[in-house]
């Protein structure tokens, strides 16, 4: 095997029989990635460093000094999570001087289980879209058309391990985050129950609704990362037999592109002929708490998280000063609303969604998933292929155009409101060779069910590799 080939859990294997070096797999990335610029997954990455500590892994893994389960492993970050070396830039102007000193306690949990800092990969600035087309930073190709979005606003993630520039990368996910570029990039891609990975030395949009996750090249690599951040025995893998699957044809796949839902079905039929059940359930009551919900949570907290950001971490700037000095519009034009009291959403709207919609939408869920007896929802993670960079505002669905942003989130972001664990599964790619996610979202809390079942599902789901030669 080649380095670009090892998934976490393969490297490790290889590592500890003796037949791959720590340097060999860190140098052999490394000259992959210098090889293919036009990615552009990276908006630093010190090599260097990454060499030295990895060479350290060798000389403490000879003196049997292991320092963890992920000793030697090269794992990258999206660049809104501090990362002790790097800026964290949040993707935004006005933040490319913080240098955090020290650690995201996700980042820190998997460095001290031996991990090796891989560098931060480019997003969303300040995570607030969905396709990760960043005018300060230059945007993310997705590996299988660089033509295309890699998704957002994790879009650096899902670009460097779709590309195999790195086996793993710590994303974030308030509403798709990770799981739209695991599926745009033919990865897969695990949002944990929220409160499951620590948030704190994170940029932040939603303390409600935000959660670090991990996008990966196996469900086995998902589950080592889970079991190192939350410090828990690693997940056994449990049966596909007898799980009952939701179809929730309302919202979920009423306008698919045909291609897009003829893999995700395909996908279905494998997981039936393991002995998984379709049950047809109405979602329709999820809707209204929903759309009551989602946004005024986000938006209202969106300033109030950023500001406490700020002055924790002691960046001289205001709130308003990161919103004026956005490189996008659309982005900027967000930010000013919130602190113009004629466009935010008002204190009475966000304390109704949180104390009234919020737990209606949680009870709704909850009743869905016990009145049908399913154990998990499946549906597309996203109703359509990774668009064109193109800069448009629509995107063309079966024939229809629907907003960009919205139409990209609009499969991840009801149960992501929800705080639902979920994954994204590479399960295809369309007759134009571009990857397709299969969405399961779990109860609150189940994630160890979702895990269990990824682990014994995933080798009939491996993550195609594009076609960029090296």
Not at 12 to 20: D, E, P, R, Y
Not at 257 to 262: F, R
Not at 426 to 447: E, I, S
Request: proline share 8%.
């Amino acid at each position: 095997m080649t380095p670009k080939e090892f998934t976490l859990t393969e490297a490790s294997a290889a590592m500890a029989q003796g037949t791959l070096s720590a340097e060999e797999l860190v140098a052999g990335l490394l000259k992959r990635l210098d090889s293919l610029p036009a990615i552009n997954a990276f908006v630093s990455l010190d090599a260097e460093t990454v060499l030295r500590d990895a060479r350290q892994a060798d000389v403490d893994r000879a003196a049997g000094r292991i320092r963890g389960p992920l000793h030697g492993l090269p794992i990258a970050f999206k660049d809104n999570i501090n990362v002790k070396g790097y800026p964290t830039t949040g993707g935004t102007p006005s933040l490319r001087a913080y240098r955090p000193t020290d650690n995201a306690p996700v980042a820190a949990r998997l460095l001290e289980a031996g991990a090796i800092a891989f560098g931060k990969n480019g997003m969303h600035e300040l995570a607030y879209g969905a396709t990760s087309d960043n005018i300060a930073f230059g945007a993310p190709r997705n590996p299988f058309d660089q033509r295309r979005s890699a998704g957002g606003s994790s879009g650096g993630s899902g670009a460097a391990v779709g590309a195999r520039f790195v086996p793993a990368s710590i994303g974030t996910d308030t509403g798709g985050s990770v799981r739209i570029p695991a599926a745009f990039c033919g990865t897969w891609g695990y949002r944990p129950t929220t409160g499951r990975w620590p948030t704190a030395g994170i940029v932040p949009i939603s303390t409600t609704r935000d959660t670090p996750g991990p996008v990966a090249l196996s469900a086995a690599d998902i589950v080592l990362l889970n079991s190192v951040v939350t410090r828990a025995p690693a997940v056994k893998a449990s049966t596909a037999k007898g799980v009952r699957l939701g179809i929730p044809r309302k919202h979920f796949w009423e306008v698919v592109d045909p291609g897009v839902a003829a893999v995700c079905m395909q996908a279905l039929d494998k997981l039936v002929c393991e002995g998984a059940e379709l049950v047809e359930v109405d979602a329709g009551g999820l809707l209204d708490p929903y759309a009551l919900s989602s946004m005024p949570i986000s938006i209202y907290e969106g300033k109030v998280a950023l500001s406490a950001f700020l002055a924790d971490h002691g960046i001289p700037l205001t709130s308003a000063e990161v919103a004026e000095q956005a490189a996008g519009h659309d982005v900027r034009e967000l930010l000013l609303a919130q602190l113009d009291p004629a466009t935010a959403v008002s204190s009475e709207a966000y304390h109704a969604a949180i104390a009234i919609h919020l737990p209606a939408l949680k009870a709704a869920y909850a009743d869905l998933f016990v009145s049908n007896g399913i154990d998990a929802l499946a549906f597309p993670v996203c109703r359509v292929p990774a668009p064109l960079l193109d800069q448009s505002d629509t995107v063309e669905i079966d024939g229809k155009l629907f907003p960009t942003f919205t139409a990209l989130i609009h499969n991840t972001d009801i149960g992501s409101t929800a705080s639902l664990p979920g994954i994204s599964i590479p399960v295809g790619c369309t007759p134009q060779g571009l990857p397709v996610g299969l969405g399961l979202d779990y109860p609150f809390g189940r994630d160890i069910d979702l895990l269990a079942l990824s682990l014994a599902i995933g080798d009939l789901f491996p993550a195609p590799s594009p076609n960029l030669g090296g």
